[in-house]
């Protein structure tokens, strides 16, 4: 039986297109929905036009646990069974987390346990660190923490700045996401890594 996933995004929703589109054919997951916190984000637009489900859940001016508890109807109703988060811009409660747990996935772009939190791209040039990369890592109660899945690597140059390591690792990030998704579905128990340059 095919896995049910939901994609959770605050904004444009390019790492969840890649996970949606890998998501096909024989694969063990399928993309069952896409849930948005923000009603204006692009991503919503791009996960309808290629046939996934979509919610919105807003946050806005309401307490954090009926926010939550509204999330976590629409993803029962739904019978999802694994969660990606894909660019989503709210921390989750320890109870919320604590009902999902070992089943939600994060992507964040730095090398964790580096840098966790915002501002990744100019946290990591400030370092002076020779390299930069991405994540994706279960999700436990503690902000960008959990077990690592999977690390993307890409060099620091000379003359970067935060956003041109954004968009050199961005494309990255479309890669791992999906192969990481992939093996844990499978249950494969080796790190996915990817370097590049
Ligand atoms: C991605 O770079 C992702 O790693 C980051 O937001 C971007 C979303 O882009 N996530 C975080 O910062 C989570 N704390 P996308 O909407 O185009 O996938």
Redesign the pocket.
Known sequence: MRRRVAIL?S??????VRLIESMAGDHPGVAALAVSNNPEAA?LTKAEALGVPVAIVSHKGRPKAEFEAELDAVLRDARIEVICL??F?RVLSAGFVARWTGKILN???SLLPLFKGLD?HAQALASGMAVHG?TVHLVTPALDDGPILGQAVIPIRRGDTPDRL?ARL?PL?HRLYPAVLRGFLEGVAEKTVILEG
Not at 11 to 16: E, K
């Open positions: 995004i904004g444009s929703g390019s790492n969840m991503g894909a660019g811009m992507i964040h772009p990744t991405c954004a961005l990030e």
